[in-house]
C-alpha cells in the first residue's frame, strides 16, 4: 500500500490550550478530539500533565496541548512543576489558545494572558461557558475589554459544552497553523499511554469523591499491569501526603475506597473495553508534592 497523498497546502502544528486552572481547557480538549483524554473535575489543579490529543482533518492535523492551570503558587515543588509545564507547553506550541470564562476576569487569568504572550506565539482567545450568561448581550463588553488586554488574533465566544461550536473552532486554528505534512500517524491519540490514563480516571474519581477534604494531597501511581483469565489486573498506589489523610481517603469501613474503585472500573472498562480487576492502596509519603524527587519518580518533573 502507498501512502495517501498529502497536498502541498496541508497544514500541522501543536496549538496549546492556557489559562488559569478551572476555565474549561480539559473539556475543550476532549471536546476536540471527541475522546475523554483528559479528566475534568469542578476543582482547579485537577489537570498536572501536559496531555496531547491529535485531531486529523482532510486539510489539517491539529495537535491539542492541554495543560494545567496557571496559578499563584506557593512554595510547593509540584505547583511550581505545574505552572512550568504549561508554560513550556505555549512556547513550544505554533499557536496558543488563551482560555477564559465568560464574564470573569481574574488575577490569575492576568498571570496566565502573561505568560500566553510571553510565549511570543500568535493567541486565540476562547471565551468559554457561554452558555451560563443569560444575557448574550453582557458577552460583546466583556469581549471588547478582553481584546484590549493583547491582541490576540482571534476572540472566540464558545462553550465546551456544546459540540457544535467544535467545528468553527478548529477552522479558526487550522488558518494559523504553519504548512506541513501530519507529524503523527491518523491512528494516533495521544502521547500519552495506558498507565497514565488509567492513573488519571483514578485519580479523577478521587478528587470526585474526595471534594475538599484532601487538598490537592493526592497522587496515583500504577504499580502493575497484568493479565489473568482474560482480565486486566491492575494495582494502583494511592499516594497522601499526610499519615491524617489516609483514614479519610479510606473511608468508614473503606466504602469511600470502594466507591472510587468501582466507578474508575466502570469507566476504564470501557475506555479499555476489557474487563478490568482493579485493587486500590493508600500508602503515605509525607510531603511528596515538595519532594522534587518524588515528583520526578510520579512524572511531574
Ligand atoms: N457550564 C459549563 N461548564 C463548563 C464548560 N467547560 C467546562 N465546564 C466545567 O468547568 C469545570 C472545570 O473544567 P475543566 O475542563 O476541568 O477546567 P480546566 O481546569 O481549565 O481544565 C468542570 O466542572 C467542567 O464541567 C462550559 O462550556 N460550560
Ligand atoms: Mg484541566
Known sequence: MTDPVVPADFRCGFAALVGRPNVGKSTLLN???????SIVTPRPQTTRHRVLGLVNLPEAQIAFVDTPGLHHHGSRALNHAMNRTAAAAAVDADLVLFVVEA?????????????AAQSGRPVIALVNKVDQVGDKSRLLP?????????????VLPLSALKPADT??????????????????????LT????????????????TLE???????GIAVEIEGVGEEDGQKVIAAVIWVDRSGQKPIVIGPGGARLKRVGSSARRELNALLGQRLHLTLWVKVREDWADSAQALRQLGLE
Do not use: C
Open 31 to 37: 471536546a476536540l478530539v471527541g475522546q475523554k483524554l
Open 103 to 115: 464574564l470573569r476576569f481574574t488575577d490569575e487569568d492576568e498571570l496566565a494572558l502573561a505568560r
Open 142 to 154: 466583556f469581549i471588547a475589554q478582553l481584546a484590549e488586554r493583547h491582541a490576540f488574533v482571534d
Open 167 to 188: 467545528p468553527r473552532l478548529m477552522a479558526l486554528i487550522v488558518r494559523h497553523l504553519p504548512v506541513s505534512p501530519p507529524l503523527f500517524p491518523v491512528e494516533q
Open 191 to 206: 502521547d500519552r499511554d495506558e498507565r497514565f490514563r488509567i492513573a488519571e480516571v483514578i485519580r479523577e474519581k478521587l
Open 210 to 216: 474526595l471534594n475538599q477534604e484532601v487538598p490537592y
